[in-house]
């Protein structure tokens, strides 16, 4: 083992279920959820028989992310005033303008 003995000389408090190379599979999983956005790959490369604990348990979405997607849902559908538009120039200003 490399880790505990890591933690201890640089002085690191170990605390239950709070270090330990298991923690990797945990951030592998969000990371490649995270970067492909499929949930059947990260339950494949863990080896999960149900897609389900991979879901609830290792996968584990970013704040940002979420808040940032619901930001984009609510102003994008339910707001729609809030999504800048561009103008819109009418046929007779575009020929006025080509024109001089």
């Known amino acids: ?7 201890d000389r640089a002085k690191i408090k170990r605390e239950p279920r709070a270090f330990g ?3 990797f599979r945990h951030t592998a999983g969000s990371i ?5 956005s499929d949930l059947k790959l990260s339950q494949e490369l863990l080896a999960h028989s149900n897609i389900s604990t991979t879901a609830d348990i ?20 339910f707001v729609p005033a809030l999504v800048e538009e561009e103008p ?10 080509m024109v001089q």
């Open 1 to 7: 083992m490399v880790l505990y003995p890591g933690l």
């Open 21 to 23: 190379f298991h923690l």
């Open 32 to 36: 490649v959820h995270g970067v492909t």
């Open 58 to 77: 290792y996968v584990h979405g970013r704040r940002e992310a979420k808040a940032g997607k619901a930001t984009e849902l609510l102003a994008g559908h």
């Open 88 to 97: 819109v120039i009418e046929e007779q200003e575009l020929v006025s303008e």
